[in-house]
RNA sequence: GGUGGGAUGCCCGAGCGGACAAAGGGAGCAGACUGUAAAUCUGCCGGCACAGCCUUCGGAGGUUCGAAUCCUCCUCCCACCA
């Protein structure tokens, strides 16, 4: 029941060519490894890429072996990395993984799943262990790399523990056996590393998959959480729709292809409308939009987003749902100070300074005082920017917090 | 171990005794324009009840009327030599 053409659809490199078939042909599920160093709490659209691969192995019978990184999240893994990670503490790391656990059991089939966190095997590992496993690797091997070829030229700090971290991984091939491990396409040479670990480990050496990277909503650069451009799986509907409306034109062949489930020559179809011109780019993505909603919510959320986002930004109305808050006895209030106490600015200076530009606004109503009799305030709406809203009240009105 | 260079705001980076809350760029935020696009233009971009004051230029001291700038010690980074 094989479906290979499924597995390799939307993958960047699978090496080594054709050895996938053979292996399928055998008959066994395959071991498919997936590594996630939890040195952050959410999982992005991005990671959805390489789950939904991972999950269309699991259709076809074989077995999900998911490695939680407790062990690498703390040394950190140097790919795409212009410099040394701060190290996370134990804590930290164990906080991330049961959050991004969440996030990943929203794409992976509950069976069959096997989790394993790294620390137990590579935790064990004793000094002369680590000695052979170092000697199985050279300085030129890891130079070769590319990250760490330009932060060396760049006379930038490579620490030793950082050459580690592809071994560590690799060293999680071999403990699990791993049948082949998939990964973004930034992961290609710590995959061909644990490859190679494992042939010196008289391991059969694992195939290695690697999925195209996804853009973050800037259009340009990789979508992760550090650089503050990513969409989360499990972000509210109407916040994932809005972010999705947010990317550039140019990267929505992209989003169409690494993110939704439609089928090819659909996707296909709805690229040459744009091409062409009988297709709008705005609906284009506004159905983008729906379908990746529809993907990890359902198609109800779907809608309502689609509602909610034309609401406030087509129709520049307050979203329905609307924070509260309290406004305290003072007459006339001070607003740069209720912006703040309201968390709709950071600073009571920045409160000043929207107000100057014009950015703040009263049910709709453009604010360009900083004092406001407090009669005018009560019970309406005050918004900064496009999106930030916060709906006042007289103190005493508004029900106690965790209601 | 020796010698030399370096650490500046979210990031990069100029400044090298007063005109410095610190050039310039990027990111970000806001306004205009739009399809909440993108691009573009404009403004903002440490804090403070704010024509003033307070805290920032790796850390701690010192010199000076005055220090991001000079001196001392410390921490960290880089290069070259060994």
């Known amino acids: ?57 699991q259709e076809q019978g074989h077995t999900a072996v998911l490695i939680v990184g407790d062990f690498t999240a703390q040394v950190g893994d140097p790919s795409q990395r212009s410099e040394t990670r701060q190290r996370l503490s134990a804590a930290e790391v164990r906080g991330y993984a049961e959050k991004a656990l969440d996030g990943f059991r929203r794409v992976l089939l509950p069976d069959p799943l096997e989790i394993r966190y790294n620390s137990e095997w590579l935790g064990e590992l004793s000094m002369s262990d680590v000695l052979e496993l170092m000697s199985k690797s050279t300085l030129a091997q890891m130079l070769e790399r590319d990250d760490f070829q330009k932060r060396y030229r760049a006379n930038e700090p490579i620490s030793m523990m950082e050459f580690m971290y592809p071994l560590l991984q690799g060293m999680d091939s071999v403990a699990i056996d791993a049948d082949i491990e998939l990964g973004g396409s930034d992961q290609l040479w710590n995959l061909l590393v644990g490859r190679d670990l494992m042939g010196k480990f008289d391991k059969r050496p694992q195939m290695v998959m690697t999925v195209p990277l996804l853009v973050g909503t800037d259009g340009v650069h990789k979508m992760s959480q550090s650089l503050g451009n990513y969409i989360g799986v499990d972000d509210e509907p109407a916040e994932m729709f809005g972010k999705i409306m947010s990317i550039p034109d140019e990267a929505m062949g992209e989003y169409y292809r690494l993110t939704t489930e439609l089928p090819l020559d659909e996707v296909a179809g709805v690229l040459a409308g744009l091409e062409d011109g009988s ?12 379908e990746v909603v529809a993907l990890f919510h359902d198609a109800g959320a779907a809608t309502d987003a689609e509602a909610a986002f034309d609401r406030i930004f087509k129709d520049k109305d307050a979203p329905e749902e609307v924070a509260e808050f309290a406004l305290d006895d003072d007459d006339p209030v001070w607003l740069p100070g209720l912006l703040k106490d309201a968390g ?33 305030l009560s019970g309406r709406v005050v918004q900064v920017g496009k999106r930030r809203f916060v709906k006042l009240l007289p103190a005493g009105d508004v029900p106690p917090p965790g209601t």
């Open 279 to 290: 297709v709008h780019p705005g609906d284009a993505k506004r159905r983008l939009g729906r």
């Open 1 to 57: 029941m094989a479906d290979i053409e499924r597995l390799l659809m939307g993958t960047e490199t699978v090496l080594p060519e054709g050895e996938l078939a053979e292996r399928i042909a055998e008959g066994k599920p395959l071991r498919v490894k997936l590594g996630m160093d939890p040195t952050a709490p959410q999982v992005t659209l991005g990671w959805a890429v390489v789950l939904r691969k991972l999950r269309h192995f």
């Open 344 to 376: 709709l600015v950071s600073s009571t200076s920045e409160g000043k300074r929207m107000i100057a530009q014009g950015a703040v606004k009263l049910d709709g109503e453009r604010v360009e005082e900083e004092r406001v009799a407090r009669p005018d």
